[in-house]
């Protein structure tokens, strides 16, 4: 496998050879994909009317799904018929780049919440909690759009029973007062337990780049997506200035990068899915050795 690092060493690359290895990764993109859609829907056809809060981690997947699916689009070659121009091609690398971060940062989440950590309460008080946040999100919306009404809404209703599933929690109770308030008050689910015995309360809770980082990716693909990836994904001067000025073996480089790193984080969850679900577990080994030394290559390089 032929990593080409960013920007780097541009006179030495060989467009035709970057091509041949785009196209390679494409294939075993879509194979990624495949695998990926039957683990969810055999995992989801399995935890069917199951009420466990880890019923819930297929829908995440479904998202990461949703989104792989959107960039297998991007990727495609792109012309536009442009009035008196006639056909352009066409590509939007600060799109491509910013899909892609979305959907790392979707399986972080997955990573943070399902994967188990050394105490299995954690990952159902991260939940809890996450599930409080958004709850509380559209408990507020719903208000703000519409006003008080006579009725409490089918979220309201529910929001107690996620109060209980907090407090009830041995963990949670065994943090003190201030820990506890600070999680509860803030639903604050992106915390571990290391995160929560810093002595300053701003480190309890870490950024979504963290949560990144804590799903095991290598320091320069994290490097990628969080400094060079957001010179084009924010519409500041540089970003605006960098996406006006790629060339064509720029384009192609930026391309080959985010073919690659879609492989790369696609089989990332496709190894923790197979972790987590039996269902997805038995799809995996079901595969050829074939199969699965793809997979494997795209973990080793991507991931510690």
Not at 3 to 8: C, E, K, M, R, S
Not at 155 to 176: M, Q
């Amino acid at each position: 496998m032929r990593v080409i690092i960013i920007n780097t060493f541009l006179h030495l690359i060989r467009p035709a050879v970057l091509k041949e290895d785009i196209e390679q990764h494409l294939k075993n993109y879509d194979f990624l994909i495949n695998v990926l859609y039957t683990q969810i829907e055999n995992t989801n056809a399995a935890l069917v009317g199951n009420p466990n809060w880890w019923a819930f981690a297929p829908k995440v997947c479904q998202k990461f799904f949703n989104q792989a699916i959107t960039l297998k689009a991007l990727f495609a070659n792109k012309v536009l018929e442009v009035g008196e121009y006639g056909p352009k091609p066409f590509e939007d690398v600060s799109t491509i780049y910013t899909t892609l971060r979305m959907q790392f940062e979707t399986h972080g989440l997955f990573f943070h919440l399902f994967v188990p950590t050394t105490n299995w309460e954690v990952n159902i008080l991260r939940f809890r909690l996450w599930e409080l946040d958004g709850i509380r999100t559209k408990i507020a919306f719903r208000l703000k759009l519409n006003g008080p009404t006579k009725d409490p809404s089918l979220d309201e209703l529910y929001l107690p029973r996620v109060v209980k599933s907090i407090t009830d929690l041995a963990y949670y109770n065994i943090l003190d007062e201030k820990r506890r308030k600070f999680l509860f008050d803030r639903a604050a689910w992106r915390f571990s337990e290391q995160s929560l015995r810093e002595i300053n309360s701003n480190k309890w809770q870490f950024s979504y780049e963290q949560l990144v980082k804590n799903a095991g990716i290598k320091d320069e693909i994290y490097g990628n997506l969080y400094s060079h990836f957001s010179m084009h994904t924010h519409p500041g001067y540089i970003g605006v200035v960098q996406s006006m000025s790629l060339d064509s073996t720029e384009l192609l480089i930026a391309k080959y990068v985010s073919v690659l790193y879609s492989c790369f984080v696609t089989s990332f969850m496709i190894s923790d899915l197979s972790k987590r679900f039996a269902q997805s577990r038995e799809h995996y080994e079901s595969l050829s050795d074939n199969h699965k030394d793809v997979i494997q290559s795209f973990l080793k390089a991507g991931r510690n």
